[in-house]
């Protein structure tokens, strides 16, 4: 039969492309035997939809082997090979919103299954680009013109809509995965026109 050795677990995020962060990052780390488990402080960290989040877990002692399972409340979001007696797990899958957040060591031979306490990831949403074009730089009274919308990153959804001071004069809503859409207008009155395309944003993506 197995020894049952004692260890040491903990879980820890540090920033990589993209990430803001917006709150310090504090964890206890503690060490158990078969009767409990580690225990991690819970805290509140911020970062901006799109960023990958890097998830690091060490285990003690550095002979442990076997697999960390990363979840999202009761939702695996994946899991790394403890190697060296840690690993890292890095995700960019968070959607806007409160993320419960825990990891659990799958065990091995010589040592038994554990899952941390929570810690909360408040993924923000971003900020997202916007702009305007024509079809005609010039037209016609009663011609019809198209106006482009265009947001960035092109993975934002919703709607568009083209203003002329303050007054919306057309809308369209963005066609998936393109970041952009279209509107016609043919009744715009002779002269000059300074239109302005807004984004009314969805659950990701800030208007």
């Known amino acids: 039969m197995p020894s049952i050795k004692r260890y040491k677990f903990k879980l820890s995020t540090e920033q990589l492309v993209g990430q803001m962060i917006v709150a310090p990052f504090q964890s206890t780390y503690l060490s158990h035997d078969t009767d409990d488990y580690q225990a991690l402080a819970k805290l509140i960290r911020e970062t901006q939809i799109g960023g990958v989040i890097a998830f690091t877990v060490t285990v003690s002692p550095t002979a442990a082997t076997g697999t960390i399972t990363f979840l999202d409340g009761a939702t695996e979001l994946g899991s790394c090979t403890v190697s060296g007696g840690s690993c890292t797990f890095p995700t960019s899958a968070l959607g806007a919103g409160t993320h419960v957040l825990s990891a ?30 024509t079809s ?16 960035s990153p092109t993975a934002a959804t919703g709607t568009i809509t083209f203003t002329e001071g303050g007054t919306s004069i057309a809308s369209c ?28 944003g969805d659950g990701n993506y800030a208007a």
């Open 104 to 133: 659990r060591y799958d065990g091995d031979a010589d040592n038994l299954t554990s899952t941390s306490l929570t810690m909360l990831q408040v993924v923000l949403k971003a900020t997202p680009t916007v702009t305007a074009s």
């Open 136 to 151: 005609l730089a010039s037209s016609i009274y009663g011609q019809s013109i198209t106006l482009t919308g265009s947001v």
């Open 173 to 200: 809503t963005i066609v998936a995965g393109t970041g952009a859409c279209t509107a016609s207008r043919s009744t715009l009155s002779a002269g000059s026109h300074s239109i302005v395309a807004s984004y009314g």
